[in-house]
């Protein structure tokens, strides 16, 4: 084992300043742009689960990919010494099987298929994936399937990234999941089912609003039908909500049309979204979205637009993603 020597000092040298530095965490890894679903899988569903890829196994036939979740990774129990005296015991971690079935390692035909990037977290099974398109998520998921539906309308926007990552957890285990890949390339996340029953936020939607309101580096976009379903969420600064029909994915529309273009030159208020029916409200129905600081898509003079550009704060959303981009871009170059 290599021992960390402690009673040595760095060299000096002539100068009348020494600079030390500590690092508190890794250097965020944000695609400060790139979008997130959410996707609980419960542990008693089958159809949940995208399907395997097919693995060439040099007969000509296509069988499906072994999964590697039968091996041993991570620590072991064990003990070491770190100077001799004091003892650390190590403990063993037994890895779990991914919720989705569907082991890391890509195969020929999740590439072929547009996977980009596949990570298990070995703690929780919560799996990661990245996709490059729309079509490489619909060679997973039915057409019919939420996390499609949204995908396909993500990348119909003009500013969709060149991807979009999908986070499969067990359900009961979103702040775990979260925490093993907060740090990946995305910074907007949204759900692929509603998270409300009436006007009452689930549990989860209420650990990730808050998980985002103590990093400060990430956003949540929800959608509700009803502008009381936010008043649990009011003064939250990295929670956008929105109001619209459930049927068309309103949250992915408004990440793929802004939340890549560049900081600091574009609102979020009148965006326009492809395949996203434009409402017609009355005066007294604005005024109850923007008393919670809400999000509609409204129709102005014939034409649909976003009615505001704020988070359930009632601060702007540009002015935090621009704030989150100075942050990350210095440091980076520190």
Known sequence: MVETITDVRPFTRVKDVDVEMTVVKPSAIIGLGNLLILHEVDAGSSSTAPKPALADTGTGKD?????????????????????????????????????????????????????????????????????????????????????????????????????????????????DALKAFWYYNWAFMIFDKSQFTDTTPSDDAIIASNICEANKDHFLVLQATQPAAYVTFYAQNYTIGLIHDLSEPMDAALIGATATLTVGLVTWKFRKLKGITADQITVQEKSAIDRVHAIAYIEVSGQGETSEGWVLSGDYIDSLHGDLWVKTNMGDKI
Do not use: H
Request: charge should be negative; aromatic fraction near 8%.
């Open 63 to 175: 069988t499906p990919a072994k999964s590697d979740t039968g091996k041993t990774t991570g620590t072991t129990d064990g003990k070491a010494t770190d100077d001799g005296s004091k003892t650390i015991n190590v403990p063993k971690i037994t890895p779990v099987a991914p919720v989705t079935g569907v082991p890391d390692k890509l195969e020929p035909n999740d590439v072929l298929n547009g996977v980009l990037s596949r990570k298990t977290d070995p703690y929780t099974g919560a799996q990661y994936v990245e996709y490059a398109t729309a079509d490489a998520v619909g060679a997973y998921y039915d057409k019919t399937d939420p996390i499609y539906i949204k995908s396909d309308n993500y990348f119909m926007q003009e500013a969709a990234s060149d991807r979009i990552a999908v986070l499969n957890y067990p359900k009961g285990k979103l702040a």
